[in-house]
Nanobody, 126 residues
Framework: QVQLVESGGGLVEAGGSLRLSCAAF????????MGWFRQAPGKEREFVAA????????PYADSVKGRFTISRDNAKNTIYLQMNSLKPEDTAVYYC???????????????????WGQGTQVTVSS
């Protein structure tokens, strides 16, 4: 059984920063790609960023490129999402996910991920 636990969300003013963490329990994610997605009220879940097992491939959604940085620490079984220059439109519940079975090196579609965390709320005030 795999459990992913996100943390680091909160309320921040526009232009501020937050760092999200996602820790994996029950099974290592070393060797597997992971991703961050988000879902705003009334909207579908959307891709934010992903990272290959080695950390050298990191695709981003256009809306966050240049502002967000995804990273991973395989020794700690944890990935991170550093979010800078936050905007009100970044407000959403952020989810991390791990892909154990995909053949894609770095998946960017939600259906390509197998296990999900419970989410952490990020609210950016204007």
């Amino acid at each position: 059984q795999v459990q992913l636990v996100e943390s680091g969300g909160g309320l921040v003013e526009a232009g501020g920063s937050l760092r999200l963490s996602c820790a994996a329990f029950g099974r290592t994610f070393t060797g597997y790609p992971m991703g961050w997605f988000r879902q705003a009220p009334g909207k579908e879940r959307e891709f934010v960023a992903a990272i290959s097992w080695s950390g050298d491939i990191t695709p981003y959604a256009d809306s966050v490129k240049g502002r967000f940085t995804i990273s991973r620490d395989n020794a700690k079984n944890t990935i991170y999402l550093q979010m800078n220059s936050l905007k009100p439109e970044d407000t959403a519940v952020y989810y991390c996910a791990v892909s154990y079975y995909t053949l894609v090196a770095v998946p960017t579609r939600s259906y390509e991920y197998d296990y999900w965390g419970q989410g952490t709320q990020v609210t950016v005030s204007s």
